[in-house]
C-alpha cells in the first residue's frame, strides 16, 4: 500500500499575496487561473514563474531598480559567474518568481568549448542552470582553474566547457544549459532549458 | 455433534487470516508506555525519554554476539543519509529515509506493510537529505519533513490523517529530527540556520495538529537574552533546532540543543548571541523557559550544541546529581544540573584535542577564548576540534550496568575559515565564509593523520575515560548500548558495523554492510527472540567530510550510497 500526499505550498493560515511583490506575481497568477479554472496550471502560467522562453532578455539576479538586460560584455572573462535570471523585456517580468530559473553566466574560451557546449553559446558565453541536478541546491562556484561548477551542498562538480557534464559527485545528470544569442551585444535567450532543471529525486 | 461441526467450521474460516495476521493489534503508545519503556520495544528516538539509547535485553551478549547473523535486510530505494532508528512496537517496525518516507515492516520477517511518502516541492533545496525517524504516539506516527510539514499518519495503514505546515521552506526553514511526543504534544524544531533562519521549539496537538505553542530560540529585543544582539541581527540569528529533545517526566520539562548562531562570522553579531548553542528547558505544557545552560557564546566555529544533552541520576564529587550530560561539539564534555527549573553547571573537560577555551569558570561553566583561535570577519584563522566538533549530530549511549557514557568522537582535527562579509537574502546560504574554503577547511596534523574517529568510555563518576577504540580516518556513527554488556555502531567510512565490549572497548563482532552505516541502531524482541536493527545509508555530513579527507588526503574513499534496513539476530 503506498500512500502519497501533495505539500500544502503555503504556510497554513498565511495570506497567499503576502507582499506587494507577491501580489503582482501570484495574485495576478491566481486570478487568471480561477478565471481559466485551472488549478495549479494558474502557477505555472504565472508570467514571473514560467521557464526562461525564446527571446527573454537576462538580467543579474542581484539587480535592483529598473532591469537592465545584460549585454555580452558584462559576463566577465576572468573566469567569474554571474548570475542571473530571465526577463521578458515586452512585459517587463522578471522571471524570478521560481528558483528553477536561476542561471549562471561564464565566459569560456570558445576554442575550449566542447560541441555540446559552444552549440548553445555566443562568443564564449555560456547560460547554465544555477540548480544542481543532485537535491536542488545552488550553484555559484567556479574554479577557474581547473575549469569545474561546484555544488556547496554535496560536492557534485560540472564541466561547463562539456556542456555542463558532471564529473565528480552525486548528482545523477549534467547540468541543463539554456541556449543563448545575440541582439546587437544583448544576450537573448536563444530557446529552452536543454533539460528539465532541478533537483533528481 | 452439531455444536462441534460448527466450531470446525469456524476455525477453517478464520484460519487463513490467522496466518496472516501475524500480528497482534497495534497497542496505542501512552505517555506512561514512553516513560517507562518496556524492553522488548523501542518507542521513541533513543529508545527512552532519557536519550540513554539503551536497551535492557540481554539475550545477545558480548559472549555471544560472534553468532549474530542477518535476519532479514530491505533495500529502501533511496539515496544519501539514512539516520533513522527501526522503532518497535509490538511487532510493528518504522523507519523513515531521505525524501519523506516511512516504511512500515512486521519487525520479525521484514514484510513490508505500507509506505508513505511525502512528494518533495520540485523547488525545494534539500542541504541535509535525510531523517531521523518518527514520533509514535497514541495509534499514530508523526513525520517531520524537509519542506517543514508535520504529518500524522495512522501507525496501522499508513493514511495521512493531516498535514501541518509548520514553517516556509522557501525562507530555508526544514526538518529532519524525530518529533518528540509527550502530554499530549507532538514537539519539533527547525534545521536552517544556514540559510538565516531564526530557530524555534514548536508543539502541536497529538489529536488535531494546532500549534499549542511556540518558543524562539533566538529572542527579540525587549525579551530576556534579546539584550545578547545587535540590531535586527536577531531576525537571522539561526539557532536552528534539528534533533530530538530529551525529556524528564517528573517535571514536564524537555530539554532540546539548539545550534549555532549565524552568520558564521562572531564580530556580525558582537554579544553572548543566547540561546545559540545552549540546551534549553522548556516546560512541555506552555513552552515556557525554565532555564538554560549556554555552552559558549558568540559563536565563531559552527559548533551547533544540538544534540540534547543525556538525564542520567548519579553521583559526581561525592554528591547525588540529577545531571545533564553533553558531549560537545566544542570538543568539551559537559556535566550539567536539571532541576524544576534552571539548569546548574557541575563540571566540564575536553574529550578530544581542543584549542579554542582558555579556561572554563568553575561556578558558571562560561568559557574564555583564545583569539588566535577565534575566527572573524577577513581573518584567517585555524582551530580545534573542526568545524564538525568533537562529536556532531550522531548521539552518544549511556548504560545503567556499566555505569560508562559512550561518545562517537572525532579526535585530532581542525579546521581553517577565512572569514568574509556577508548579506541576508531569502532563502540563500547565509554563511560569511567562501564555500570553497568550507569545502577545503580541514587541517589534518601528524596526530590526524594517524586517527581521527574514536569511540570513548567514560566513567562520569570519576570523569575519567575507560576505553577509546581508534578509526583511521572518520566516525559518523550513532551508538546503541545493551544489557548484553555491548555497544553497537557504524560510522566508517569501510561501511562496517560493530559489536564492542562495553567494558572494555574490544571489537566481539563487525558485518560490512552495503553501504556506510551512520543510521541510529535499536534492539527489540519478538517472540522472545532479541533483534538489532539499523540502516545502512551513507551521505550527508558524513559524506561531506569525506570530500573534506578527499580534499587534503593522498587517497580518495568512495563510500556506496543506497539505503538498506539491516536486522541481526542469534545464529541458532
New interface residues.
Given amino acids: 500500500m503506498n500512500r502519497t500526499d501533495s505539500p500544502p505550498e503555503r504556510l497554513a493560515g498565511e495570506p497567499p499575496c503576502a507582499t506587494r511583490r507577491d501580489t503582482l506575481r501570484f495574485c495576478a497568477g491566481a486570478l487568471v487561473g480561477m478565471a481559466a479554472g485551472l488549478g495549479q496550471t494558474a502557477i505555472a502560467a504565472e508570467p514571473a514563474r514560467a521557464r526562461p522562453q525564446p527571446g527573454d532578455r537576462l538580467v543579474a539576479a542581484d539587480a535592483e531598480g529598473t532591469p537592465t538586460p545584460l549585454r555580452l560584455a558584462d559576463v566577465s572573462a576572468e573566469g567569474k559567474p554571474l548570475m542571473a535570471v530571465p526577463f521578458d523585456a515586452a512585459t517587463g517580468t522578471v522571471r524570478d518568481g521560481s528558483r528553477l530559473n536561476k542561471l549562471l553566466l561564464l565566459r569560456l574560451d570558445p576554442a575550449a568549448m566542447e560541441p555540446s557546449a559552444s552549440k548553445h553559446a555566443i562568443e564564449g558565453v555560456i547560460a547554465f542552470s544555477a540548480v544542481c541536478t543532485h537535491q536542488g541546491c545552488n550553484i555559484t562556484e567556479f574554479n577557474a582553474e581547473k575549469g569545474l561548477l561546484l555544488c556547496f551542498c554535496h560536492f557534485s562538480q560540472f564541466r561547463p566547457a562539456a556542456g555542463g557534464e558532471r564529473v565528480a559527485g552525486p548528482a545523477p545528470r549534467r547540468l541543463p544549459m539554456l541556449p543563448l544569442k545575440l541582439d546587437g551585444d544583448v544576450l537573448v535567450v536563444a530557446d529552452g532549458f536543454t533539460s528539465r532543471p532541478g533537483a533528481t529525486l | 455433534m452439531k455444536t462441534r461441526k460448527t466450531w470446525i467450521t469456524a476455525l477453517l474460516a478464520v484460519a487463513p487470516l490467522a496466518a496472516q495476521a501475524a500480528l497482534p493489534a497495534y497497542a496505542p503508545v501512552t505517555d506512561a508506555r514512553l516513560a517507562t519503556p518496556e524492553s522488548r520495544n523501542w518507542l521513541s528516538y533513543r529508545g527512552n525519554y532519557a536519550g540513554w539509547g539503551y536497551s535492557p535485553l540481554k539475550q545477545i551478549t558480548s559472549d555471544n554476539v560472534g553468532k549474530l547473523t542477518l535476519a532479514w535486510s530491505y533495500a529502501t530505494g533511496m ?2 543519509g539514512h539516520q533513522s532508528p527501526p522503532m518497535v512496537n509490538n511487532g510493528y517496525m518504522y523507519i523513515t529515509t531521505p ?1 519523506n518516507q516511512v516504511i512500515a515492516f512486521e519487525a520479525a520477517t521484514g514484510k513490508e ?15 541535509h ?1 535525510t531523517n531521523r525517524g518518527v514520533a509514535l504516539y497514541g495509534d499514530r506516527l508523526y513525520l517531520a ?1 524537509t ?1 517543514a ?1 508535520l ?1 500524522a499518519l495512522d501507525a496501522k ?4 490523517l493531516w ?3 509548520v ?2 521552506w522557501r525562507k530555508g526553514y526544514y526538518m529532519t529530527l524525530a518529533p518528540l511526543a509527550a502530554k499530549g504534544k507532538i514537539m519539533v524544531g527547525s534545521s536552517g540556520g544556514e540559510y538565516g533562519i531564526r530557530g524555534f521549539v514548536a508543539a502541536f496537538d497529538a489529536e488535531t495538529g494546532e500549534e499549542a505553542w511556540r518558543t524562539y530560540t533566538i529572542p527579540a529585543p525587549g525579551e530576556p537574552g534579546g539584550e545578547t544582539w545587535p540590531g535586527d541581527t536577531y531576525k537571522h540569528g539561526g539557532g536552528s533546532v534539528w534533533i530530538t529533545g530529551n525529556y524528564d517526566p517528573d517535571t514536564g520539562i524537555a530539554y532540546w540543543g539548539v545550534g549555532n548562531a549565524g552568520p558564521w562570522m562572531p564580530d556580525t553579531r558582537a554579544g553572548d548571541n543566547l540561546y545559540a548553542n545552549s540546551t534549553l528547558a522548556l516546560d512541555v505544557d506552555t513552552g515556557k523557559l525554565k532555564g538554560y545552560h549556554q555552552y559558549h557564546h558568540n559563536d565563531a566555529w559552527d559548533w551547533d550544541e544540538v544534540s540534547a544533552p543525556l538525564l542520567i541520576d548519579l553521583e559526581h564529587g561525592g554528591r547525588k546529581v540529577k545531571s545533564l550530560v553533553h558531549a560537545g561539539r566544542n570538543g568539551y564534555l559537559w556535566m550539567l544540573e536539571r532541576s524544576n527549573g534552571p539548569i546548574g553547571f557541575v563540571d566540564a573537560w575536553p574529550y578530544v584535542t581542543q584549542n579554542v577555551f582558555k579556561s572554563v569558570d568553575k561556578k558558571t561553566g562560561r568559557p574564555t577564548y583564545d583569539p588566535a583561535h577565534t575566527p572573524g570577519t577577513d581573518k584567517t584563522v585555524s582551530f580545534c576540534p573542526s568545524l564538525w566538533g568533537g562529536k556532531d549530530w550522531p548521539p552518544e549511549a549511556y548504560n545503567p550496568q556499566t555505569g560508562l557514557l559512550y561518545i562517537p568522537a572525532n579526535n585530532n582535527l581542525c579546521s581553517e575559515l577565512t572569514g568574509e562579509p556577508t548579506k541576508y ?1 531569502e ?3 547565509y554563511i560569511g565564509v567562501a ?2 574554503n ?2 577545503t577547511n580541514v587541517r589534518m596534523g601528524d596526530a590526524a593523520r594517524k586517527h581521527v574517529g574514536e569511540v570513548q568510555a567514560w566513567n562520569l563518576k570519576t570523569g575519567k575515560k575507560v576505553w577509546t577504540h581508534t578509526y583511521a580516518e572518520m566516525n559518523w556513527g550513532p551508538l546503541l548500548t545493551t544489557g548484553g554488556n555491548l555497544v553497537f555502531g557504524g560510522g566508517t567510512n569501510d561501511r562496517k558495523f560493530r559489536a564492542f565490549d562495553a567494558s572494555t572497548g574490544k571489537v566481539l563482532w563487525e558485518y560490512p554492510a552495503s553501504s556506510g552505516v551512520i543510521g541510529v541502531p535499536s534492539s527489540f524482541e519478538v517472540d522472545g527472540e532479541q533483534y538489532i536493527a539499523v540502516q545502512a545509508g551513507w ?1 550527508v555530513d558524513a ?2 567530510m569525506q ?1 573534506a579527507f578527499d580534499a587534503v588526503l593522498p587517497h580518495k574513499t568512495v563510500v556506496p ?1 543506497g539505503g538498506t534496513v539491516m536486522v541481526f539476530k542469534l545464529a541458532r
Fill in positions: 539515496k544519501e525524501n506493510l505500507w509506505r508513505y511518502q511525502k512528494s518533495i516541492p520540485e523547488e525545494l533545496m534539500q542541504l537529505p519533513t519542506d510539514n504529518v495503514t499508513g493514511e495521512a498535514v501541518k505546515a514553517a516556509d537574502s532563502g540563500e546560504l564555500l570553497d568550507i569545502l551521505g559524506q561531506r570530500g550510497q
